[in-house]
């Protein structure tokens, strides 16, 4: 093993948009950052200079493949690249990939490390199997609590190999003082919105369980209400060949009369402008949300977030009845109902630029205090450096110009 340098491999189907995709460019660039060396393998995508501008190497594998006798061929293959490439730690991100993963690290005797990024759906003993591999790391990362229980009332995991790790957001990256006027015009014009405009975002993958269209019913019933004002909807993010949701969205869009009210605008390269120019964001996940990374990019910004009190955003969401009134970040509604979204969106509307700008500030102060990219860094190095016996977030922390800051950990 490369105590001095040790190597990391990271796997993951695609290097494409997502939380877990951006956690793979965090963890290269902390490995790196701290001495060691990054190696991906993936299908790539959007995300893989990013890795290599981190410091990683990213090499081009069929990681996606869920077809058992590729994935047996892809054991082999990541087998020979651990040998190759003096691998010292594997670790996996998603199910397929995860499989052949452990494969091949029984098989050269290098540990191996899951982060569980979803909260998978498990409809019979096949699929229960096919989840479990996102158990069986020798540490499981949990992304944040309620994954954490998850794990341990599905597979019975012993508590000493599950690591709490929240998903971080870059504070300098999603920094209202930093981003200028000049980008969110652009992204406004892009939109075709008036720089008055009020806008309500919604920024996530299109497809069902996300909630765009309990977001275009809530907006129906505030329109019909008359309290929508002259706000504008945006629905951000791909479809990622979900063609036939993307439609249905458009139908019902077109039904409700919103044709110039509610708009799909594809993916958002700059989504930091994105929730500065945001009134409010919406998190409107009708299935648990593992983490729901964009709750904390939203708060970092100073935006108000409404999120559904299903899976984890009760821990990145401050709301009430919880914490009082004047230590909330934002509201939580019951998942799917597009009456309750309604009224949460009417009171956001409505907030005075003083009240709003007081939310605005807790909720940074919040991400702050618990989600910052950093944090999650240094702690998935300490598990590295735990099953390794190296000192990577040592070195991390050394050459970043902190030296061990106090880890602030659960809700204040």
């Avoid at 299908?43 to 290599?52: D, Q, Y």
């Avoid at 499981?140 to 609590?145: D, Q, T």
């Avoid at 951000?236 to 077109?254: M, S, V």
């Amino acid at each position: 093993m490369g105590t001095e340098r040790p190597t990391i491999l990271q796997i993951i189907p695609r290097l494409d948009a997502g939380g877990a995709e951006l956690a793979v460019v965090e963890i290269a660039a902390a490995v790196t950052g701290a001495g060691g060396r990054a190696l991906v393998l993936a299908e790539l995508g959007r995300l893989a200079p990013r890795v290599e501008a981190a410091g990683g190497e990213v090499t081009a594998f069929p990681a996606a493949t869920k077809n058992p006798a590729r994935m047996l061929s892809n054991a082999s293959a990541i087998a020979r690249f651990i040998a190759e490439e003096g691998v010292d730690l594997v670790h996996a991100r998603s199910r397929a990939p995860a499989w052949s993963a452990l494969i091949a690290a029984r098989r050269t005797g290098v540990p191996f490390v899951t982060t569980y990024h979803g909260a998978y759906q498990e409809a019979g003993p096949i699929k229960r199997l096919y989840n479990s591999v996102m158990a069986r790391g020798d540490v499981v990362i949990a992304n944040s609590r309620y994954t954490a229980r998850l794990i341990a009332e599905r597979y019975a995991t012993p508590e000493e190999r599950i690591a709490v790790i929240p998903r971080g957001v870059d504070t300098e990256t999603f920094d209202p003082g930093k981003v200028s006027t000049e980008r969110v015009a652009a992204l406004r014009r892009r939109w075709g919105i008036e720089p008055s405009t009020r806008v309500i975002l919604h920024a996530a993958r299109l497809t069902s369980w996300k909630g765009q269209n309990v977001v275009i019913d809530a907006a129906g019933q505030l329109a019909t209400a008359g309290r929508l004002g002259p706000a504008v909807v945006i629905l951000a993010g791909d479809a990622q060949g979900r063609d036939d949701y993307q439609e249905g969205l458009r139908a019902q869009i077109e039904r409700l009369g919103l044709k110039d009210r509610v708009r799909l605008v594809g993916h958002v390269e700059d989504v930091a402008a994105a929730y500065l120019t945001a009134h409010v964001t919406i998190v409107a996940s009708t299935g648990p949300e593992a983490f729901g990374r964009s709750a904390i990019e939203a708060a970092a910004m100073q935006c108000p977030v409404i999120a559904t009190n299903i899976g984890a955003p009760p821990e990145t969401v401050r709301a009430e009845p919880a914490v009082p009134a004047e230590a909330t970040t934002g509201w939580l509604v019951a998942p799917g109902d597009a009456r309750a979204l309604a009224a949460r969106l009417a009171e956001a509307l409505d907030l005075p630029q003083e009240a709003r700008a007081a939310l605005g500030a807790r909720a940074r102060r919040h991400v702050l205090a618990q989600f910052a990219t950093q944090a999650l860094q240094r702690r998935t190095l300490a598990v590295y450096d735990r099953l390794l016996g190296t000192v990577l977030e040592r070195h991390f922390l050394e050459r970043s110009g902190q030296r061990n800051p106090p880890l602030k950990t659960g809700q204040p």
